[in-house]
């Protein structure tokens, strides 16, 4: 609580050296307390009205939040152990569920305090107007926000291709569509996608993301744990590289792909779709998010070493 506090007086003080206006793309409170109105209405842009449908209980928002950490790049987990080994890969691990979980309960308590207070940030790019000023805002937060979107969605539809293509090809061993037809499939799904009206409205779409992101975990858990049983089952050998150099770089390597897959974390956009008041509603949705986060990362890394063990010699 006392960092919660004094991430507030921060940005209260922000606030009064920056401006004393509320930043378009906020919210505060309406005479109701069940609904949030954006100030400044006609100068709201889209991507402000698309988080602020605030109709969701604190199940969505685990939904969301799960889907939004828990994605197809905790596969990569088991060669991040590869670059750690057992005792460092099972440390780091659980050093990013424990600072990540935390990093997000306090964002989510600081936007619950800025919302007490009156004034409702909806997205992160209002946050840091709020914080850094409009300059900054625009000339650093933005163009990082805009890199990683562009960066996110650009990867999805190059592996919902790929994954599109390994299916057609095991009902089609022969088939002559080529890889770019299946990424032009997954594009045309992700706009399609892109034409729901709000965040909220994406919340059966997340759950049913949530529920294939445990089954195919169970998939990768249950094959590794076969494989690793079978007969053909490779000799196994954990040792590191024994090169000083290889082996930094390797464990770099890995720390960066743990703490790439557990932060991605949209606190104040997902924060926004929960009906008001949001006091507690976040910390349920964390609890849900990271009872699926522990339990898929954990099982889909350790499992993965343990049967194919990544030769780090060539990572």
């Not at 940005?11 to 005479?31: D, F, M, Q």
């Not at 939004?68 to 990013?96: D, K, N, Q």
């Amino acid at each position: 609580m006392g960092s919660c506090k004094l991430l507030i007086n921060g940005l209260n003080e922000g606030r009064k050296a920056v401006h004393s206006e509320i930043p378009n793309g906020s919210a505060k409170l309406g005479n109701s307390t069940d609904d949030f109105q954006p100030t400044q209405s006609r100068n709201v842009d889209a991507g402000a009205l698309f988080v602020l449908e605030s109709k969701g209980t604190w199940v969505h928002a685990g939904y969301h939040l799960t889907t939004s950490i828990a994605a197809p790049t905790l596969l990569s987990l088991p060669f991040a152990f590869a670059g750690l080994g057992w005792g460092p890969g099972i440390l780091a691990l659980i050093v990013g569920a424990a600072v990540s979980f935390y990093s997000y309960n306090l964002l989510s308590k600081v936007l619950e305090e800025s919302e007490i207070r009156g004034n409702r940030f909806i997205r992160f790019r209002d946050l840091s107007r709020d914080i850094l000023g409009p300059a900054w805002s625009v000339l650093v937060i933005a163009p990082l926000q805009i890199i990683l979107c562009v960066g996110a969605v650009i990867g999805s539809i190059l592996l919902g291709g790929e994954s599109i293509k390994i299916i057609y090809l095991l009902y089609f061993p022969k088939g002559s569509l080529q890889l770019y037809h299946f990424v032009i499939m997954a594009g045309a799904a992700m706009l399609l996608l892109s034409q729901l009206p709000s965040f909220h409205s994406l919340r059966h779409i997340n759950l049913v993301s949530l529920i294939t992101c445990l089954g195919y975990s169970t998939c990768v858990v249950s094959g590794a744990i076969y494989t690793g049983h079978s007969k053909n089952a490779p000799k196994r050998d954990y040792s590191l590289s024994s090169s000083p150099s290889i082996k930094l770089f390797n464990a770099f390597s890995s720390l960066s792909i743990i703490a790439t897959t557990y932060g991605n974390g949209i606190i104040p956009e997902i924060q926004a779709t929960i009906a008001p008041p949001t006091s507690g509603k976040m910390f349920k949705g964390l609890l849900i998010c990271y009872m699926v986060v522990v339990s898929t990362f954990f099982s889909v890394a350790a499992s993965g070493y343990w049967a194919f063990d990544i030769c780090t010699t060539n990572i």
